[in-house]
Structure formats: C-alpha cells, structure tokens
C-alpha cells in the first residue's frame, strides 16, 4: 500500500522512549511512501479519556507501531485491538533500556509476533521506513466454534475468586477452552488470535497487585482484551477490588469485592453470549490464502478440543484397557495425553445410558487444605482414617447427586424409578454441601464445613488421635447408612457405575510433594477399593479409574506399603511412529482424504529436511515424546511460518520455532522438577552455555554450584534422567534416554554403573537437543 497513514503508541515512561521516538518522528523524510505519522501524544486532548481517542486513532489509521521497551495494560491492550481490526503492526524495542519484570518473554505473546530493536532515533526511523511494506497478522479464524463458544483465561494461583468464576461459568452450562499456564507457561499470539476469533465470548479477570504472577496475567488479559474488542466479540472483565486496570480503560470491566457481585457479571454476560449464538455473526479475522494458514492442528491441551478431539483421537492399548475396566490407575508424564484419554474414556461410556459415569476433576490445592487444617495436628493412623472417612463420604454423595441429576426428567416417565427417586432424594437432600456449584465448589463447601466444626470442638494442639466415633461425628452430616442403603437401591436399575478422577495432581503447592501430601492420593485409593468391594457384594458393577503424573506416582509407590495392588496403564510414548500417527490424524481432518500417507501430508505442512535431517524426526527428538510437547513445537513453527507469509514451514522457521519452544521447555520442566526436588528448580540453568556431552565429573561439578548435599546431588542426577533432560552417551556416540528404554529407570542407571566400571571418565551424559536453543548448548564436534 503506498501512502499510508500509521498511529504509533508507546509507553509514558521511562521518559527516553517517548523522547526517542517523538524524535524518530519529527526526522523522518515523508517521501516514504507514508502519508502520515502521529503518536499518541497528539491524542491527548483535555477533558476526553486518552484511551477513547487512541482506539478511534488506530482504526483511523492504516497501520499501527507499538513500543513494547517497557510493558503495561494501555500499549498491550492496544496491540490487540490492532490485530482485531486486521491492521498491520511494527513492534519495537529500545535496546539499551535494561528489561524489567515481566519481560516479553516471561509473557509470551511478543516474541510469537516478533519485533525489531533500535538504539536511537536514527535507528528507528530506519525500521519505520518499514511501514508501506507492513502486512497483517496471517490468522483465518475458521469456523465459530459452536460446541465451546467460551474462551477464558486461568490464573496460575487458584485463589476462591478464580475458583468462584470457573464455577459461575460451569452454572450457566457455558462450555469453554482455556489458556492455563499451569499447563502451558507461554501464550503464543498465534493462538490467542485464532481463539479468540473463532469464540463468540471472551470472559477475562484482572488479579490485583498482591498476587504472585499478578502482572504477567494481566497484561496477557490486556492483550485477549484488546483483540476481543477488536473482533467485536462478547467481553467481560472482572477485577477483583479496584486496581490495576488504568483510568482511562475503567469502564472495560467490572468490579467486584463480594462474591455474588462475580454471580451477577456472569449472568448478565452468559445471557449476552447465548444471543452472540443465536444470530451466529462470527467473521473470520481474514480470509486464509494458504494451506499453512487454514491448518488446525487442533490444541495441545486436552481441554480445550472437546469440539474435535474424538475426530482424530488416536486409541492405544491404555485407552481400550481403561475402557475395559481393567486398571485403576492411568500414569503418565505431563503432556502426555491422560487428561485426552480420560475424556475420550469418559464420553464412550456416557454413550450407554444405564452406566453412571463421574468425571471428578478436583484440583489438588483444595485438597491440600484440610490436610493444612485438620490432618497436621493428628497421628498418622487417625489422618489415614479421617482422610478415607472424608473420601467415603465424598463420593457417596457425588454419586447420589448425579443419580439424581441424570434422572430427574425420566424418573417421572418410569414408574419403576419414581419411588426409589424420592426416596434418594430425600435421603441426599439434607446438607448444606448439596449447595448449587461444580465439583471444586462443593469440596470447598465440605472442607469448610469440616474445618469449623474441628475448630468448634478442639483446641489446637489439645488432640492427636480421634476415635471412630468422632471422626464420624466430624465427617458425617447424613444419616450414612440410610444414604449408601438408597444409593444401592438406585443402582440397580444401572448397568455400571464408573468413577473417573483427573487433576488431583494439579495444583500442588510450590514446595514439592511431600509425604503427607500422598495421603491424599493413597487414602483416595483406599476409599475407591473399599467402594467397590461393597457395592460388588450387591451386584453391582462398579470401576475407578484415577490419571496421576508419573513422577507422582512413583513418590506414591515409594510411600505405599502393599504397592502393586492396583493395576495400572502407562500412556508414556516411545514409538516415533505413533507419534507421526497422531500428527498426521490432526493434518487429514482439515479437509484432506484421511487415507494420505504422514509422508504426503507433512509435505504439504513442512520441508522435508533441516540440516541434513528429517524434519519429522528432527521435532520428534525434541519433544521427549511427549505429544503436548510435539504439538506446541510444531505450533511455534508454524505461526513463524505464517507471520512471514511463507506457504510451508521453512528450515528457518523451525529453528526460531524450537528456540521458543526450547525457552518454554527449560521452564516448564524446572516447575515439574520443583514438584518432585523444591531445591532443584532452576537446575537446569547451571547447564546454560555448556558443552552439549558433559562426564560424570563435570556434571556433578555443575551440579555442586547449587549448594546441595551430595544426597540430594545424587538425587537430581537421577531427576535429570528421569525427566530426560539427560540421557547416557552410548560408545556408538548415540544417546539413549529414559524413553529410548521404555522408561525403565533401572536399565539406564544399570548402563551408567556398567560405563563407570570401566574406568573414570567412561560415563558420558548427553544434554537433550530439546534445551540446546533455550540453553546455548555449545554443540560437540
């Protein structure tokens, strides 16, 4: 476009950026082919909010720059209104200017996009002779997304008010897809456009300054803001109390400072969505031009592909053998596809009315505080006892409640039903816990409960060891007997009864998993066996299956006296071929003939080779076989790809892809090793600049900068394998790591002490190519 107009926005402070650019401005020759410059100074006129005056300025003007030197709400905000109007965006950066905290690369977001630096006025106006070239951001929204119309954002921290709008959301039977940074530590601009334009709602909350991680959610929620209202999608925003949100954008949300101020916003915004559904007026961002930018490969989390995921879910054995019922438990390592197999699990068997399925999603910091609360002042025996008193409890009342939800239109229907319906309801409806609200709210109720009555009876620190009777009287608000006596009888009308648990492992505190805290999940166990053993005694066919992280459950084994009484299916890969298997699933659904070969699809997604190397492979042995981990990396690429108007992914945009990934990776993995070791969670930092092959020696060198006993050493050393950030270097220059061994632990530190036998030196560890990029591994020869 020749003769453009272009509105640039910067941030106030520090001083030096507006001087810079006002100046970068004022020089720039107008025989550019640019019309027309102004910034947002020229905006400020008295008497009208700021924040008005620039939105109608940038849909004014043809083009938008943004400084991102120094990140906050308004410019963040703005960058994706321009996104949603389809305007073409230059962002920069002052380079001298030391970063401050957040920086974009903490936030994400920016680094997906790309921007280009300067040192001062003359080297930015250089970069605005830019402008006439500039494109828009090369993202189809396909079609509205009808099954999840929903888009959201979590907050790291699950505080009671995050708890209550989840909660609100689930209430108005909105379905949704999140971004959740439990699960994913960067937002990449590539999804949050292409989410927010397929949504026809977009619910954000503000944090308020005292919470941790307050400013990095907040300016991911400036930026969903701003595309949401670009995009002219339903928006709701709600700030708990009165800051951080700027004077000028106030009237973008609402506040709230009591709970059931949250219940009113969402009431009013679900009925605002249910009509944007109604009249169905979603238009795509842009028309897509190439097969790359029409591509969906559906999201890397489980959760937010309930629309698609059963198209191309790919069965494994684990799948069929928790579909059987032959396993209570389903371990793997993050990323890799429980929380995918236990949806898909759960929706074949609702597809049989007579089962009874509960898909339980607790989230493990709930939990975590009646052992805070009640189970720290008790003797081990009593927490044991107290702790499967309150899970018995539990699940006997979510069972009731969704007999009684499943059937509250058709036992008027069935004369058989009518009866024994009232009777359970009338058994059931006798405590405050059966309050309105998801799962996660009504153990909130019960904890809560619980605690104050425990508070009411005994002093702290006056009892260690309860008997039964007033475990019981605590626990236990329902006549028990004459509860389990009805539930039994409704039962029976029922072919089987399936209790499915996800979560419980997420949301753990920042100070690792302790022992105790594995009397949640064994007590779990307990309950759940005792359950089934009793209702089996009547006839009744009933299965839980829990999903836990992998490196949970071996802590949970360690701690497990009668380890290997319940069965279990690993969902960890190890077959490259499986993997090119599920890439290619997601390929064909968009559009393609489902027989076409992975060789003949990934064609038409990616070059062939990188360096010499397949490019398939290439990712693959990035990803610690983990799908999520695939699936974002090839995400990365492909919005690198797309931002630069090629038709296929590039060699070069596979290395600034996997140099995004790598620095999410390193991130990500140090959180799970945290879990796990608190003291070894920024490990992975001490390997930063090393040599890519390091002996034992220079390892446990590396290692000793750390300050940690060389117990604890020895420990990381095997945490490290474990998670394959290491792996041993064979004598065929070959490494292998845990998934290259079928993640048999013993094996690999079996080689290890076999090389260290035969002389020092002779055990060589390999650092996974994943975190070269994110690293600066320096690359043996």
């Known amino acids: 476009m020749s003769d453009r107009t272009a509105f640039v926005a910067y941030p106030a402070k520090p001083l030096v950026i507006g001087q810079t650019i006002e100046a970068a401005v004022s020089a720039l020759p107008k025989q550019l082919g640019i019309r027309g410059i102004e910034t947002w100074k020229e905006t400020d006129v008295a008497g009208q909010f700021i924040g008005h005056r620039v939105l109608e300025r940038i849909e004014h003007n043809d083009c938008l720059v943004a400084d991102i030197s120094e990140l906050n709400f308004n410019v963040t905000y703005e960058i994706g209104f321009a996104i949603g109007k389809g305007k073409p965006l230059l962002l920069t950066r002052y380079s001298p200017l030391q970063a401050s905290s957040p920086s974009a690369t903490e936030v994400g977001i920016f680094d997906t996009i790309g921007y280009k630096e300067y040192q001062n006025s003359a080297g930015l106006a250089d970069i605005l002779r830019d402008i006439p070239t500039l494109e828009p951001i090369k993202v189809a929204a396909g079609t509205p997304n009808f099954k999840t119309p929903l888009y959201l954002i979590e907050a790291l921290f699950k505080t009671d008010s995050v ?19 439990n699960e994913q530590p960067r937002l990449s601009a590539f999804d ?14 503000l944090l308020p300054g005292r919470i941790r991680d307050a400013k990095v959610h907040n300016l991911r929620v400036a930026f969903l803001a701003g595309l949401a209202t670009g995009m002219e999608k339903v928006l709701l925003i709600l700030q708990d109390g009165d800051e951080p949100v700027p004077l000028d954008y106030r009237d973008l949300v609402v506040s709230f400072r009591d709970p059931a101020q949250i219940d009113e916003g969402i009431a009013d915004f679900a009925t605002r969505v249910t009509e944007a559904l109604q009249a169905s007026t979603d238009r795509p961002v842009l028309a897509p031009k190439t097969f790359l930018e029409r591509l969906t490969l559906g999201s890397s989390s489980a959760e937010n592909e309930l629309r698609d995921l059963a198209a191309y879910y790919l069965q494994t054995d684990a799948f069929n053998r928790a579909a059987r019922g032959e396993v209570r438990l389903i371990v793997g390592r993050k990323g890799s596809g429980k929380t995918a197999l236990f949806l898909q699990v759960r929706d074949l068997l609702r597809g049989r009315r007579t089962n009874v399925v509960l898909d339980l999603r607790p989230e493990g910091y709930k939990l975590l505080r009646f052992k805070e609360v009640v189970l720290d002042l008790l003797e081990e025996g009593t927490r044991d006892h107290t702790l499967t008193a309150f899970w018995e409890y539990l699940l006997l009342l979510e069972i009731c409640r969704k007999l009684l939800e499943s059937d509250e239109e058709r036992h008027m229907r069935d004369g058989r039903l009518f009866e ?216 990365h690429c492909r919005s690198c790809a797309v931002n630069r108007g090629h038709p296929r992914i590039e060699a070069d945009d596979i290395r600034k892809g996997l140099s995004l990934y790598s620095t999410d990776l390193v991130r990500e993995i140090g959180l799970e090793i945290r879990d796990v070791l608190p003291e070894g969670e920024d490990v992975l930092y001490v390997f930063i600049d090393v040599s890519d092959r390091l002996d034992e020696t220079e390892l446990r060198s ?38 290259s061994l079928n993640y048999d632990m013993r094996l690999l530190l079996a080689k290890i002490r076999r090389a260290e036998d035969r002389g020092p030196g002779r055990a060589v560890f390999g650092i996974n190519p994943a975190f070269w990029a994110g690293l600066g591994i320096r690359q043996s020869s």
């Not at 709008?165 to 999140?178: F, N, P, T």
């Not at 456009?193 to 909350?205: D, E, F, P, T, Y």
């Not at 290692?703 to 006993?709: I, P, Q």
């Not at 117990?711 to 070959?734: C, F, K, N, P, T």
Request: with cysteine.
């Open 163 to 181: 708890t209550r709008i989840v909660a609100r959301v689930k209430k108005a039977r909105l379905s949704y897809r999140s971004f959740d940074p």
């Open 192 to 205: 949050a456009i292409q989410n927010v334009a397929q949504s026809h709602g977009v619910l954000l909350h």
């Open 420 to 635: 024994p319906y009232k009777r359970l309801a009338t058994a059931y409806q006798s405590d405050e816990y059966v309050a309105e609200g998801d799962f996660s709210e009504r153990v909130s109720v019960l904890l809560q409960r619980i605690r104050d009555d425990f508070n009411a009876r005994y002093e702290r620190g006056s009892v260690t060891r309860l008997s039964q009777a007033q475990v019981t009287e605590l626990i236990y608000r329902h006549d028990l007997s004459a509860l389990r006596r009805e539930v039994v009888a409704y039962l029976g009308f029922k072919e089987s009864l399936w209790l499915l648990f996800d979560n419980l492992d997420k949301g753990w505190p920042t100070h690792g998993i302790r022992r105790e805290d594995l009397i949640i999940l064994r007590t779990l166990l307990e309950a759940t066996r005792k359950l089934e053993r009793e209702l089996s005694n009547y006839g009744i066919d009933a299965h839980a299956v829990i999903f836990l992280r992998n490196d949970v459950f071996e802590l949970l084994v360690e701690e497990t006296p009668d380890r290997g009484k319940d069965p279990r299916a690993l969902v960890d890969w190890t077959d490259p071929e499986e993997m090119r298997e599920l890439v290619r699933r997601r390929i064909v659904f968009n559009d393609i003939a489902g027989d076409r070969s992975f060789a003949d699809v990934w064609s038409m997604v990616c070059v062939s080779h990188i360096a010499g190397e397949e490019t398939s492979q290439y990712m693959i042995e990035r990803s610690l076989m983990r799908p999520r981990a695939l699936l974002d990396l090839i995400s």
């Open 702 to 739: 590396l290692l000793a900068t750390l300050g940690l006993e060389r117990e604890q050493m020895s420990r990381l050393v095997d945490i490290l394998l474990w998670y394959g950030v290491l792996g041993l270097v064979r004598e065929d220059a070959e490494v292998e790591y845990i998934y």
